[in-house]
């Protein structure tokens, strides 16, 4: 058992993969963690796998695996079956988050006494810089997450958050949602379960040249926070012992939202 695994999900991150493992094994390495990089290739259209696996093929604390495309949420899970540390962080594959935050919170996570923490872009010290109007769709969903599940935190989907492994190995059975709202249904359950939570300020600049969020994806976003609404308030689903991502269909009159 290694102190820390990073789960780096990727989807067509050909061009930027490299560097982001190398900086975050770096980084590690400066503050003499022990630790293992799990990269999760989540059905890449492009090199993404073939780049990461060539450059790292040697190197005994990278671990690469691929997966069918399911989406972030799903990548994360799968590649938490590869992970033996006793700190779990999830990074996004870009840098528009640096990896040196990886270290400062885990050092919030010891010395707080917390189960998890979380990067925030909407608390003191905080610096992001993205698009107008996906600012505006950020505000709007997160109003309708404080409304459905008052979670102490104020913000879910910054790219970067760490997890003591025994919050997760409760918890992670227990995600249904694949994609766009993995974040939330971890938190909230996190949560709802007890768990301490901690934000941690984060200064970035949104880098994309063109986002990859469409009107779709926004559509099929609020379509799964308002399924685990229903799971969580309606159903009581994840308050049931044994719940799973397969038990769930043994529901009577259950469907998928």
């Known amino acids: 058992m290694v102190d820390l695994s990073v789960i780096v999900p990727a989807y067509n991150e050909e061009g930027i993969i490299v560097k982001t493992v190398e900086e975050i094994k770096r980084v590690l390495e400066n503050a003499n963690i022990d630790y293992e990089i799990v990269v999760v290739d989540d059905g890449s259209e492009d090199k993404t796998y073939l780049v990461v696996k060539k450059r790292f093929s040697r190197d ?96 879910t989907q910054i790219g970067i958050k760490v997890f003591r492994r025994e919050a997760l190995e409760e918890i992670l059975p227990r995600i249904l949602c694949k994609r766009y709202a993995f974040d939330v249904e971890l938190l909230a359950n996190l949560e709802r379960r007890g768990y301490k939570l901690l934000e941690y300020p984060v200064r970035s600049r949104f880098q994309r040249k063109k986002s990859r969020i469409r009107i779709g994806d926004v559509w099929k976003m609020l379509l799964d926070t308002l399924a685990i609404y229903y799971r969580m308030k309606i159903l009581k689903y994840y308050d049931k012992e044994g719940s799973d991502e397969n038990s769930l269909v043994k529901l009577e009159g259950y469907k998928e939202p």
């Open 60 to 155: 005994p604390r990278v671990i690469v695996v691929r997966k069918e495309n399911g989406g972030k949420g799903s990548a994360i899970k799968f590649g938490f079956k590869f992970t033996s540390g006793k700190i779990i962080a999830f990074k996004d594959a870009d840098l528009e988050i640096h990896p040196s935050y990886i270290t400062k919170m885990v050092k919030e996570l010891k010395n707080r006494g917390v189960d998890g923490v979380i990067g925030s872009k909407r608390i003191p010290g905080a610096s992001f810089w993205y698009p107008p109007l996906r600012r505006v769709l950020s505000r709007a969903y997160w109003m309708l997450v404080r409304v459905l599940f008052k979670l102490s935190v104020t913000d």
